[in-house]
C-alpha cells in the first residue's frame, strides 16, 4: 500500500512528530543531558516507523515537501535579521579562523576518503562520494556530483554519495550537542558569549519564550519584513547566479539582505523589530523544516552502504569529532562560543547547514545563553563560502579519477 501524503498532510505529519520530540525531550532526561535537538528526536522516530513499515511491505510513504524549502528560507532570514555588523565586526578574525578550518575540513574528507577507498582496493570515487561531497555537501551535493561521476562512467556513485549524505545527517544530527555538552564539562567552560548584549541568562531564546509578549500588529510587521526579504532575497540569488555562475542558494541570498535591512534599519530607525515576533518565527521554521527533513529520510538507502564504503564514512564521523574536541576548539578560543560552533561544525561538517543551527540552537537553549556570533559564523562560512574551496576540488578529484 501506498500512502501519498500532500502538502498539508505533510505540514500536519510535521507538527505532530515536533510536538512528540518536543514531549519526548521534556520527559527524557538523558536527551535534554545531550542536547539532541527535539525535530531530530520526533523526526528520526517517525523516519524509522517509516522504515520498518516498508522493510514489512506494509505500507509505503511519499511526501509532498515542497513547503520546506520556504521554511529553510524563512529560517535564515531571521537569522540574518538577528546580525548586526557590530557582531560581525567583533568576530572578524574568529569568522576568518572558523573559515580556514571549513576549507581544510572539505579538502580533508575527500583526500582522507580517497587514500582510506584506494587501502581497501576500491574505486577512489567511492572515497570522494564519501567525502566532503556527500559530508559537507549534505544531500544536494550528494545529488548533484554523484550525478557527474555517473556521466563520466562511474555506475551507482550517486545512490553511493545518497546513503553518505544520509549517514552524515543522521551523525551530524546526533553528535553534535554531545561534543558541545563533552568539551564544556571537560574544561568547565563558563557560560557566557563574548559581546553580546541579547544574552539574558534567565530569558533564554526558547520557542516557549518567544511566545511571551506577543503583540498581533506588532508580529504581522516582522512578518511582512520578513516574508519580503525573502522575495528579494531570492531575486537577488537568481541574479547574482545569472552574472557570475555561482550558485548561491536562495537561503543565503536572504539571509546577506536581511542582514543588509537590520543594519540599515538600526542606523535609520526606520521600523522596530519586535525581537520576540522573530524569535517565534525561527523557532517554529527551523522546527518545521528540520523536523520534515528528518521524518522524510529514506533510511533503508543505509542499507545499499558496502562495506568498503560503511569503513570510510565511519573513519570520517571519528577524525571530524577528534578534530573538533582536540582541535577546533583551542583554536576558537577553548570558551563558550567554541564549544556551540563545534556542535555546529558537527551538523554541517557530516550533513547540513541547518543541522548545524539546530545542534547550536540546541546547546544555547540548554545553557540558557545565546552565542550569536557562532549563529552568524557558522551558516555564513559552512552554507556558502566553504564553497569557494570545495566545489572546485569535488570538481577536480571526479575528473581526475575517471
Known amino acids: 500500500m501506498n500512502l501519498h501524503l500532500d502538502s498539508l498532510s505533510t505540514l500536519f505529519l510535521t507538527v505532530l512528530c515536533l510536538l512528540l520530540g518536543l514531549f519526548l525531550k521534556n520527559r527524557l532526561s538523558w536527551l535534554q543531558k545531550f542536547c539532541i535537538p527535539a525535530p ?46 557590530r557582531i560581525l565586526k567583533s568576530g572578524g578574525k574568529l569568522l576568518l579562523i572558523y573559515l580556514c578550518i571549513c576549507w581544510f575540513l572539505a579538502l580533508f ?39 557527474m561521476a555517473e556521466g563520466l562512467g562511474h555506475s551507482s556513485a550517486a545512490v553511493a554519495a ?25 574544561h568547565n567552560v563558563k557560560i557566557e558569549a563574548i559581546d553580546d548584549a541579547q544574552n539574558l541568562p534567565n530569558e533564554p531564546k526558547t520557542l516557549a519564550n518567544a511566545v511571551k509578549e506577543i503583540d498581533v500588529t506588532a508580529f504581522l510587521k516582522v512578518l511582512a519584513i520578513i516574508l519580503g526579504i525573502m522575495v528579494v532575497g531570492r531575486i537577488a540569488s537568481a541574479q547574482f547566479t545569472e552574472w557570475t555562475g555561482f550558485s548561491l542558494p536562495s537561503y543565503v541570498g536572504a539571509m546577506i539582505i536581511a542582514i543588509i535591512v537590520r543594519n540599515v534599519n538600526d542606523a535609520a530607525g526606520v521600523v522596530n523589530l519586535h525581537q520576540k515576533s522573530i524569535d517565534l518565527i525561527s523557532g517554529v521554521s527551523l522546527g518545521l523544516f528540520l523536523t520534515m527533513a528528518m521524518m522524510s529520510l529514506k533510511i533503508w538507502e543505509l542499507s545499499d552502504i558496502a562495506l568498503p564504503l560503511l569503513i570510510i564514512l565511519l573513519l570520517q564521523v571519528i577524525f571530524i569529532v577528534l578534530f573538533a574536541v582536540f582541535f577546533v576548539f583551542r583554536v576558537l578560543g577553548k570558551n563558550y562560543d567554541a564549544a556551540v560552533m563545534c556542535a555546529g561544525l558537527m551538523g554541517h561538517g557530516l550533513g547540513a547547514t541547518p543541522n548545524a543551527m539546530a545542534n547550536m540552537t540546541s546547546v544555547c537553549d540548554h545553557y540558557k545563553v545565546i552565542s550569536t556570533r557562532a549563529l552568524m559564523i557558522v551558516p555564513l562560512s559552512g552554507a556558502v563560502l566553504i564553497d569557494i574551496v570545495s566545489i572546485p576540488y569535488h570538481t577536480y578529484l571526479i575528473n581526475y579519477f575517471s
Open 109 to 147: 574528507q575527500n583526500t582522507f576518503g580517497v587514500g582510506i577507498a584506494l587501502s581497501l582496493g576500491a574505486d577512489p570515487i567511492l572515497g570522494v562520494m564519501a567525502g566532503a561531497v556527500s559530508l559537507t555537501g549534505g544531500h544536494g551535493g550528494a545529488a548533484a556530483f554523484g550525478g
Open 162 to 186: 545518497i546513503a553518505a549524505a544520509t549517514f552524515g545527517l543522521i551523525a551530524g544530527s546526533i553528535l553534535g550537542g554531545p561534543v558541545a555538552r563533552f568539551l564544556i564539562k571537560r
Open 40 to 85: 531530530v528526536i520526533g523526526g528520526f522516530i517517525v523516519s524509522i516507523v517509516i522504515w520498518m513499515l516498508r522493510s514489512f511491505e506494509l505500507a509505503t510513504f511519499s511526501f509532498d515537501t515542497s513547503i520546506q524549502s520556504f521554511l529553510m528560507v524563512a529560517f535564515f532570514t531571521t537569522v540574518g535579521i538577528d546580525g548586526s555588523f
